[in-house]
């Protein structure tokens, strides 16, 4: 059945988004507690929605708490910048919810939610990032509890009220392509390639010729002109494919 395209916004910690309308389904995606979706077609158990800051589309469970935002209210929201704190919204019951959760002005009560800054530098990026050093990695994840390759650089992003694209190959369509690891900078996009040619990784360039991404878990390896090598392994896990530099005035704000 056709939906209304209403405006709502998650009200749970976590909501895993399916590819198919089945729990069987492979989870693409983590919606994260106060993140704007659009019903596109709902039915009896399951809703197709649009994360509408990102575009990406899948499904999530009919029982899904919703709370629908009026579309002539501007209301200024904050993010959660500490991978778990426990919350009390309008003295209701506490909920631990995670970075990256958005509350309103009118539901604050702690000091761990800032607002969005309006100059974004690099720093705050990385900063963001190592919110999430030693995470597990877990496939579609963007959370604390496990996150993929490119829902942690979305995430880096997404704290400082930022919006990337979804996966990894959306990803290496914007920004400026750098050619050589040694003209690369802290916050450059580093993506990996298959045997085919396919970008199936990224991560965020640091210093010093070291990288951060989510492989395993989220963690500081060492990168050079052939992709990344692994410090514990000491072996090559990806093949470098490209470099992109993002100018950050140029991407889009969170809704």
Known sequence: MKANMQTYRIAEVLVPMRKEPSH?????????FGEPIKIIEKNKDWLYVNCI???Y???????TRLEEISPNK??????L???????????????????????YSNQINNDFFKPAKNQITVDDIINAGMLYLNAPYRWGGRSGFGIDCSGFVQMAYMLNNLILPRDAYQQATIGET??????SK????????NENGDIIHVGLILNNNEIIHSSGRVKIDILDHEGIFNKELKAYTHKLKTIKRINIDSLRRCC
């Open 24 to 32: 069987k389904s492979e989870m693409i995606n983590e919606i994260i």
């Open 53 to 55: 800051e990102y575009e």
């Open 57 to 63: 589309f899948g499904f999530i469970p009919t029982i």
């Open 74 to 79: 501007d209301e200024k929201f904050y993010f």
């Open 81 to 103: 910048q500490k991978q778990s704190e426990k919350i009390t919204i309008n003295n209701g019951e506490p909920i631990n919810l995670v970075a990256g959760s958005r509350l």
């Open 178 to 183: 750098i050619s050589f690891v040694s003209e």
């Open 186 to 193: 802290i916050g450059d996009l580093a993506f990996f390639e």
